[in-house]
């Protein structure tokens, strides 16, 4: 990857990669019932929130994932149905991190933007020598991260539904009014989780 070429993603390119989040990660995102627990340790925590800020970042658009509680989405499912993950996703984490303080200097969260930047460029390239299956780590993480961003709040993520607003998704709803569905009138926003909720706080 050319170091002039942005890392992270874009926000015409995250609302095109949302196309490719399934239907079903919008209003039910994990199939079985809502993860009462975290699976990651404070230190595997705030490196997987280094990593889904600069996945997505906050811009002068609005906000990105760390805002949204993609860490927490993933930090849930980890202690849920994506349990048999967690082993794997910690190592990542960890290999991570000792990849940017061989390559960087510090440890990944203590760097700034631009060398965090580096270090997941490098990952998603497979080019990191002490970290071969770097690439598949970055595309498992950036998947759940786009999951945490654009799924139902019920699962921790999409916090005050800012992935909807950003793609313009009003939300699940059973009708729709006779003047929600005229030509060129803005859908109003229904801000209610498919699990009948409002918000589910963190």
């Known amino acids: 990857m050319d170091e002039e070429q942005e ?9 095109a990669s949302a196309a490719f989040v ?17 699976a990651l340790t404070a ?8 990593v889904v800020d600069r996945l997505i970042p906050s811009d002068e658009l609005g906000p990105g994932a760390l805002e949204a509680g993609a860490a ?4 849930r499912c980890l202690a849920d149905y994506l349990a048999p993950e967690k082993q794997q996703i910690a190592d990542g984490l960890a290999a991570m991190d000792a990849f940017a ?10 760097l700034t933007p631009d060398k965090r930047d580096a270090v997941l460029a490098a990952l998603e390239a497979n080019i990191a020598a002490s970290f071969p299956n ?5 595309n498992r993480i950036r998947r759940l991260t786009l999951e945490g961003m654009f799924g139902d ?6 916090a005050n539904f800012v ?22 009138v803005a859908i109003k926003p229904y801000r209610k989780s498919a699990w009948g909720t409002e918000h589910d706080g963190h």
């Open 163 to 184: 992935g909807w607003d950003l793609i313009r998704y009003p939300g699940p709803r059973l009708a729709v009014a006779p003047d929600d569905q005229k030509l060129n």
């Open 153 to 158: 709040p019920h699962w921790g993520g999409n």
């Open 7 to 15: 890392l992270h993603v874009s926000r015409r390119t995250l609302i």
């Open 72 to 75: 927490e989405y993933i930090d």
């Open 134 to 138: 770097g690439r598949n780590f970055f």
């Open 22 to 38: 399934p239907l079903s990660a919008l209003v039910a995102s994990a199939q079985a019932t809502k993860p009462p627990a975290r």
């Open 101 to 110: 303080k061989s390559s960087e200097g510090a440890a990944f969260a203590e």
């Open 43 to 50: 230190t595997q925590r705030k490196l997987l929130e280094a």
